[in-house]
């Protein structure tokens, strides 16, 4: 996904870095590739955070367009990419390193798992720690929950349907942004256009507000439930909901969709304009 990573982070951290934190962190790796234990990895990733002092990337030298954004949008700092360098270094060394790592993710305290969620992608063959990724949505901790979801590619490329579903509509009811969780039109799936139907009417029924962007997903997966909904949606005094049934229905292939918007041309009008979109949605 990110090409010539390696490389690119180390000039990160070397324009990034007091000269004595980057001096470390060559030894400290060296240490590591030239031992090949798994202890000395723990030590000096665990040292990282009292041998690096916290700060926020200012230079972005040697990252192309694609990790700057992801960086910026992850407001990476200098530990966790320090961290994420050391993990590379070894898991490139020697691919016996990746057992070490996964305990490692295993014992990690909160800041350490953040770290880990944000930049799995990151790492070699990052399918084989999806245990921390599921564990991760079973957590109470806002902090480790947004670390999998946020602007985060991996469960979109890796997640079951189940496991999608599950994270978006924990995501809900966190009530996160959900304009920050990543391919959501291409995970879409009926189980969870009934899902967010099934939370709707409950959200409903107890009078409580649903966020417009929650129903992104249901465009093509329209029955005729679901366009009662949308019919109650677009019906809203809430502007917002209207929107979001109008791009609901103009992004679905569905007849039914279409039928549904024709009774709304303006709203139509402004989508094909360009001043109606997901990402406008809520600043309109």
């Not at 057992?99 to 930049?119: G, H, P, R």
């Amino acid at each position: 996904m990110f090409s010539n990573l390696f490389s690119a982070i180390e000039t990160l951290l070397s324009k990034n870095l007091i000269a004595e934190e980057y001096r470390w962190l060559q030894q400290a790796i060296s240490a590591i590739t030239e031992e090949k234990t798994a202890r000395k990895l723990y030590l000096n990733y665990s040292l990282s955070g009292a041998k690096i002092q916290k700060g926020k990337l200012v230079d972005f030298t040697g990252a192309n367009e694609q990790l700057q954004d992801y960086l910026s949008k992850q407001q990476a700092n200098t530990v966790e990419l320090a961290r994420i360098y050391m993990l590379l270094a070894a898991l490139e060394s020697d691919g016996s390193f990746k057992d070490a790592v996964k305990n490692l993710i295993q014992i990690a305290d909160k800041s350490e798992l953040e770290t880990f969620l944000k930049y799995l992608t990151f790492l070699p063959n990052p399918k084989y720690y999806q245990f921390a990724a599921v564990e991760a949505l079973r957590t109470n901790i806002s902090t480790v929950f947004e670390a999998i979801t946020k602007y985060n590619p991996y469960p979109a490329a890796f997640f079951t349907d189940q496991q999608w579903n599950q994270m978006y509509l924990k995501a809900a009811f966190m009530q996160l942004d959900l304009s920050t969780i990543e391919k959501i039109d291409e995970r879409a799936n009926a189980d969870l256009a009934r899902i967010i139907s099934d939370y709707a009417h409950e959200r409903w029924a107890a009078s409580r507000e649903i966020d417009p962007y929650f129903w992104r997903p249901i465009s093509n997966f329209i029955d005729d439930n679901l366009a009662v909904d949308i019919k109650r949606l677009f019906e809203s005094t809430n502007r917002y909901e209207n929107y979001a049934a109008a791009l609901v229905c103009y992004y679905s292939k569905l007849p039914i969709a279409k039928e549904l918007l024709t009774n709304y041309p303006t709203l139509k009008v402004q989508i094909e304009e360009g001043t109606l979109t997901w990402k406008t949605l809520k600043t309109r």
